[in-house]
């Protein structure tokens, strides 16, 4: 199974509301990714976890609170966004961090979020 | 800084060889680089890496010239399928201080 799910495929949400997103996989691997991509961008990195503890933040504003349960759930808590946060939100995982090539990353199909 | 460049997109026909070159002038020595597929409303696809000279796989071949500033994907004989948008994935730094940086990307149409 090389499949990473991601739920739910749309939402929409207000600014004042919380809200998250969900992130699985059962490929055995110990890093996972949040990226964010906006309609004809690339996708940005927004954090990694590897081996469940938090390894990079870029720099994402607090409005986002990334969490890793477990190996193979990694949710995305979202409250208080702003209508430019607006976008794409992509999971991956990989087998792990890179050593020193970067292994393969597997790509959900995404949660479509709008803000309003 | 760290920055990936990609020409905004290219028009081929069925059959033909498309090379498609990501620019990456501020690279080091160990950098690796990536190459990625996106069709709309899923997530990008794997498709080749490599950090030096060349890289072939049953899909696709990799191109990396000794100054490494850049790379070129080579996608043999492409289909109506190939029609998607691509991104090469640059690795700059290395160790517990990686910066992964998706290029521009380049949509690639191919026609009959």
């Known amino acids: 199974d090389t499949e990473v799910t991601q739920t739910p495929k749309h939402l929409v949400m207000g600014m004042t509301n919380k809200k998250s997103l969900k992130c699985e996989q059962h490929m055995g691997h110990r890093a996972m990714y949040w990226y964010k991509q906006k309609a004809k961008k690339p996708p940005e990195l927004m954090f990694v976890?590897?081996?469940?503890?938090?390894?990079i933040n870029e720099s994402v504003p607090s409005r986002f609170s990334p969490e890793c349960p477990n190996s193979s759930l990694l949710n995305l808590h979202l409250h208080a966004l702003q209508p430019e946060d607006s976008a794409l939100y992509l999971c991956?995982?990989?087998?792990?961090?890179?050593?020193?090539?970067?292994?393969?990353?597997?790509f959900g199909p995404g949660t479509r979020l709008t803000v309003t | 800084l760290a920055k990936t460049t990609q020409p905004i997109s290219m028009d081929s026909y069925e059959g033909q060889e498309v090379n498609i070159t990501c620019s990456h002038n501020?690279?080091?020595?160990?950098?690796?680089i990536t190459w990625y597929q996106q069709f709309p409303s899923q997530g990008p696809r794997f498709i080749i890496q490599g950090y030096k000279t060349k890289v072939t796989n049953e899909v696709a071949s990799l191109f990396i010239p000794a100054d490494r500033k850049s790379s070129t994907l080579s996608l043999p004989r492409v289909s109506l399928s190939d029609t998607a948008v691509y991104y090469c994935?640059?690795?700059f730094g290395g160790g517990a201080t990686n910066k992964l940086i998706f290029g521009t990307g380049t949509l690639l149409a191919v026609q009959p």
């Open positions: 976890y590897s081996y469940e503890k938090l390894s």
């Open positions: 994935l640059v690795l």
């Open positions: 991956a995982s990989s087998q792990g961090l890179p050593d020193p090539a970067p292994y393969e990353q597997y």
């Open positions: 501020n690279i080091a020595t160990n950098d690796y």
